[in-house]
Nanobody, 126 residues
Framework: QVQLVETGGGSVQAGGSLKLSCAAS????????VAWFRRAPGKEREGVAA????????VYLESVKGRFTISQDNAKNTVSLQMNSLKPEDSAMYYC???????????????????WGPGTQVTVSS
């Protein structure tokens, strides 16, 4: 059974940093994409960053480029999202998601992802 569990959310002031972690289990860590999505109140869910587990290739939402970094620890089956220079508009519930047996590139389209974690809240105050 595939399980994804997010940790690391919290409250921080603008300009601060947080690191989210997604612990994955129940699937072979091969030919997969693992991504972070977020949903703020009253807004659509959007893909923030994704990483391909085979070659570490990544894709980012334009508004987080240069501030967020997605990475994986294969030994621990964990994907992390380091968030720096946080802004109030980054406040949202953040979700980890996995797409298994994918092609060579990852997408930030939520429809591509089958498995989802319960989410962790990030709040950035001005």
């Amino acid at each position: 059974q595939v399980q994804l569990v997010e940790t690391g959310g919290g409250s921080v002031q603008a300009g601060g940093s947080l690191k989210l972690s997604c612990a994955a289990s129940g699937f072979t860590y091969w030919r997969n994409c693992v991504a972070w999505f977020r949903r703020a109140p009253g807004k659509e869910r959007e893909g923030v960053a994704a990483i391909h587990t085979d070659d570490n290739s990544t894709v980012y939402l334009e508004s987080v480029k240069g501030r967020f970094t997605i990475s994986q620890d294969n030994a621990k089956n964990t994907v992390s999202l380091q968030m720096n220079s946080l802004k109030p508009e980054d406040s949202a519930m953040y979700y980890c998601a996995a797409a298994l047996l994918v092609g060579s590139e990852c997408s930030l389209a939520s429809i591509r992802y089958t498995y989802w974690g319960p989410g962790t809240q990030v709040t950035v105050s001005s």
